[in-house]
């Protein structure tokens, strides 16, 4: 019995997704022009500041996590010994 392809493996999918995804993100941050936030310091008066602090923050994890596995990845044969 043939299996279906599943909905992510479709590439007219993947292309919906993330039409989805960018119009998500630009709607958000078009948000940022009406909405009045209480801010705490004057750089987050900037526009579209948390979309760029997100996005720093998240590169900065996926090079930490690439770092980290250095350290805690385990030999390939390590549980055959």
Sequence with gaps: MKEQPGFLDKAESVKK?????????????????????????????????YALFGFIACTVLVLAAKEMRKVVMRKEDYYER
């Design 17 to 49: 997704l993330l039409r989805v995804f960018y119009a998500i993100c630009i709607g958000v941050l078009l948000f940022d022009l009406v909405y009045h936030r209480h801010v705490a310091h004057p750089w987050e008066n900037l526009w579209g500041f």
